[in-house]
């Protein structure tokens, strides 16, 4: 019988590519932990972030608002409610989130696609003939930085996890997507009206952060989307259990050596597109005219008022990437009385 490394008592829970073995009262203060060491290891934030959690319903960031705010960090979450009408799956996901901004008592905010842009987006989907998932990324990144600029927050925190970076990795690898490979990193820095973002759960697979979510009595859509029925993304994250399965700890070994290794060659040899504001919203990107606008159009919505970042917004910009550059050290305590943004351990 396996013993938990921390208590001793009988353990519940072993984690092969870590070779430990913890019961369910310790899981989720290791979980705390680690989540904690990969903030540090990676400078995702610094004592004056404002951060803004994603919060979509499901057990990824819903976890991650519960977490970050269990250390200690000032945290407000936005639902983006996509409009998708099948099985009620937004309205479910949106019940979900706001039940978990009750029990932390902070803000929720949500915006509404449908609102902000013309129509669900399922209908954006169709009338700009994307793929639904493509159409739903696009407006979310859009809607994410967006809000976070207009409220002065410096940070845009995702639930993505190992699963997730590594799938994502293993796509790009195999067709050799240099931009996006460039670009793959934990954290993505703020620069040219682009807000910072980090991913403070890459160090789990999707199996620890659902046990950590469950054995946190926090409830989640268990559904996933319907349109991610046959997303490539599967196929990868399939492939990749089977090889974990066969040898464990290789999903982190092949990203974080990707990451610490590849990403800063690629990052410094290949240049990124220049961006610009859209002529219309004045939203970073590529484009005369940005992806979103462009919906706009198709769908016969009217351009929103040109965005102008606060002259105080842009000041608290300058002063989140000028810390990026510090120890990344933190500071407070969190909600249940352990020591969270202090650099002691739990």
């Known amino acids: ?54 919060v979509s319903g499901g057990k990824d960031s819903l976890g991650l608002w519960f977490a970050l705010t269990q250390l200690g960090y000032e945290t407000d979450g936005l639902y983006v409610d996509l409009g998708i009408t099948a099985d009620e799956y937004s309205q479910r996901s949106k019940g979900f989130a706001q039940q978990l901004a009750e029990r932390l008592r902070r803000p929720l905010h949500i915006v509404s696609v449908a609102e902000e842009v013309g129509k669900p987006v399922p209908e954006l989907a169709r009338a700009s003939e994307r793929v639904p998932c493509s159409a739903c990324g696009a407006v979310k990144r859009y809607l994410f930085n967006r809000f976070a600029l207009e409220h002065g927050y410096t940070a845009i925190a ?81 492939l990749l259990n089977r090889i974990e399965e066969r040898s464990p700890g290789t999903k982190w ?28 919203c004045g939203m970073p990107t590529t484009a005369e005219i940005c992806v979103v606008c462009r919906m706009k159009e198709r769908v016969g919505a009217p351009t929103p008022p040109r965005f102008s970042a606060p002259d105080a917004l842009s000041e608290l910009l300058a002063v989140s990437r000028a810390k990026e550059e510090g120890s990344g050290e933190k500071i407070g305590k969190s909600q249940n009385g352990q020591v969270g943004r202090s650099g002691k351990a739990f």
């Open 158 to 238: 995702t639930g993505h996890n190992l699963d997730d970076e590594a799938a994502t990795l293993l796509s790009n690898v195999l067709r050799w997507q240099g931009e996006y490979l460039a670009r793959q990193a934990p954290v993505l820095p703020a620069k040219d009206g682009l807000v910072k973002r980090v991913k403070p759960f890459v160090r789990f697979t999707e199996k620890q952060v659902a046990l950590f979510t469950i054995l946190s009595g926090i409830p989640y859509i268990e559904q996933e989307c319907p349109f991610s029925v046959g997303a490539a993304s599967l196929f990868y994250k399939d």
């Open 1 to 54: 019988m396996k013993r938990c490394l921390w208590c001793k008592e009988k353990a519940a829970i072993y984690m092969r590519e870590h070779r430990l073995a913890l019961c369910k009262a310790c899981y989720p203060k290791w979980f705390l932990r680690m989540t904690e060491r990969t903030i540090k290891e990676f400078r995702m934030l610094t004592p004056d972030d404002r951060i803004l959690v994603a």
């Open 253 to 280: 070994a092949f990203y974080s050596q990707f990451v610490h290794k590849v990403q800063p060659l690629l990052s410094g040899a290949i240049s990124e597109p220049e961006l610009r504001p859209c002529l219309r």
